[in-house]
């Protein structure tokens, strides 16, 4: 496993597994669990979910998976913006650590900015942490006038991650937002690397692949695994697919690779608003 390390001196999974729209359906549940646990098994222990992804089932769901294994997973979470007030995002952050049946989140995270000013949000989330209840926080889908925002806010400078949509197909913020979090040592939590599935269906991607030798989601994943400050999050509820996306780790590109890849997917030469899904 190749790891990233945080602000605070933490190494954590570079690569991680994802879980939106799991736990949504019983039918699914059992290899859901299964692929979750494998993870484990083969070093995938950072977990990324959200309260919002499917109202707690995730949650649920993850805290079932990680029943007697607990110290073996790094957790991720995320509240609601209409939640992150001083006293909402710490009642939403207990109710998080009941479904996932923790005492502890290893990283909270502001899941988009809504109507609660910074200061409150991070006020809870240093409250949390001084009481043991997160580890780490961090925000998700900021972008840079809303870092730039909230550094200047107490505990502002203390984020340990940005999560954004980050992919081959979404390089965007690559233009202003990942310089200014590169100054600042901030890594970036790439969420839907493959973007949901749909750059395995480029036709693009799927020739530099196949005349590779690896598959589509293998040289998405390992495009954005080759830098030192990236963390992956691909969700997939199969093993076999699990399996498959970590054999990303053993694919290492090429300069020529990288560069046929910035023909294939441009990389922004203007900014852009931050991608969100």
Known sequence: MKYVTLPGGERVPALGMGTWNIGDARSTRAEEIATLRLGLDLGVRLMDTAEMYGEGLAESLIGEALAGRRDDAFLVSKVYPHNASRKGAVAACERSLRRLGTDRIDLYLLHWRGDTPFEETMEAFLALRQAGKIRHFGVSNLDLADMEELAEVPGGDQVAVNQLLYNLGRRGMEFDLLPWLRERNVPVMAYS?????????????????????????????????????????????????????????????????????????????????????
């Open 193 to 277: 690397p493959i973007e949901q599935a749909r750059l395995l269906r480029n036709a693009s991607l799927q020739r530099f692949a196949h005349a590779h030798g690896m598959t589509p989601a293998q040289a998405a994943l390992a495009w954005l695994l080759r830098t030192d400050d990236v963390i992956a999050i691909p969700k997939t509820s199969h093993r076999d697919r699990l399996r498959e996306n970590l054999g990303a780790l053993d694919v290492t590109l090429t300069p020529a690779q990288l560069a046929e890849l910035d023909q294939l997917f441009p990389p922004p030469h203007k900014a852009h608003p931050l991608a969100m899904l």
